[in-house]
């Protein structure tokens, strides 16, 4: 009897035990709960309009950094400048204009006032204040756009990365672009007929050489490129080949940094003087050793002269 009663009372304890081992348990995991539904996870997806979400990459602590993507990636295109920032103590914001990428593909516009307006929205429901802001290539005009059509709201600096801007094509008055009008046109009746032709065609202007970026590295752009909307791709080259942002240049008084390679065959290092002249105490570093892919093609000197740039 005193055997059954030590067993029982030994089984008292055990469950005893275990019960309170349960309580702490939930209590713990109830705390872990309230911490993540009072910090949240950074939202990936932001609404600019109904029906009308954009991809965010929005990683690290520290003074905002704003990216831009260029024709046709994505956000996605910046993976070795996160990495590189968020190291150097920046919060930096990728984001994926309309059409690209993960973002939403609507009918519609697709031209710079429209994707600055959506930068906008973005910025302000993100609550973002003294952020620099860059873009490369039709990113970069479209970043200059922004700083000159709200007058730098949410941003204190500007950075042009091979920036298609002022304008893309030749003018009569404005020879330094390489593309005349018609050779854009061309570009976008290819889109509509065969798109991966278009994609090749842009590749072969878009590095130094065949081989001075990895067959890899030349494998996922060209996939971040396919996720495009054929639409999107062909209303953006639209702009890009009629935008002009000359009147804009004037607009720009924030520190502004630009990068150009000066074999860029996309964007001519002559376009990146001109623009060095327009904007007042603007600074150009020039690249030697890539083409428009100077993201990818010389990463640590672009990582470094950006930060050097953020820094001051």
């Not at 109830?30 to 991809?55: D, F």
């Not at 950075?159 to 020879?175: S, V, W």
């Not at 330094?176 to 798109?195: A, C, E, G, H, M």
Request: net charge neutral; with cysteine; hydrophobic share 40%.
């Amino acid at each position: 009897m005193n055997t059954i009663k030590k067993i029982a009372n030994l089984l008292l304890v055990v469950v005893s035990v275990t019960l309170l081992s349960s309580c702490a348990k939930q209590k713990e995991d109830k705390t872990e709960e309230n911490k993540v539904a009072t910090t949240g996870a950074r939202a990936e997806y932001i609404e600019v309009e109904p029906n009308v979400r954009l991809h965010i990459t929005d990683v690290g602590d520290g003074q905002p950094v704003v990216l831009i993507h260029g024709y046709p990636l994505s956000d996605a295109m910046w993976e070795y400048q996160y990495s590189a920032l968020v190291k150097a103590g920046y919060r930096v914001i990728g984001i994926t204009l309309r059409g690209f990428g993960q973002s939403d593909k609507p009918y519609g516009k697709y031209n710079y006032d429209q994707f600055a307006s959506d930068i906008k929205t973005v910025l302000d429901k993100l609550d973002i204040k003294d952020a620099a802001i860059g873009g490369h290539s039709m990113g970069g005009a479209i970043a200059l756009h922004y700083v000159a059509k709200y007058d730098g709201a949410h941003v204190n600096k500007l950075a042009l990365f091979a920036a298609a801007a002022p304008c893309h094509t030749k003018k009569a008055d404005y020879p330094y672009p390489f593309f005349t009008k018609d050779d854009i046109t061309q570009w976008v009746n290819l889109n509509n007929s065969d798109r991966p032709a278009l994609l090749a065609a842009i590749g072969g202007y878009f590095t130094l050489s065949a081989t001075s970026v990895s067959p890899g590295i030349g494998a996922w752009l060209g996939g971040i490129e396919m996720q495009s909307s054929p639409y999107a791709m062909e209303q953006a080259l639209i702009a890009l080949r009629d935008e002009d942002l000359r009147g804009d240049l004037p607009k720009i008084k924030v520190p502004t940094l630009i990068f150009n390679a000066k074999e860029d065959k996309i964007v001519s290092f002559a376009l990146a003087e001109q623009m060095n002249k327009a904007i007042a105490g603007s600074v150009l570093v020039p690249f030697e050793k890539s083409g428009h892919a100077l993201f990818v093609e010389e990463k640590d000197k672009f990582n470094e002269e950006f930060i050097k740039f953020l820094k001051k």
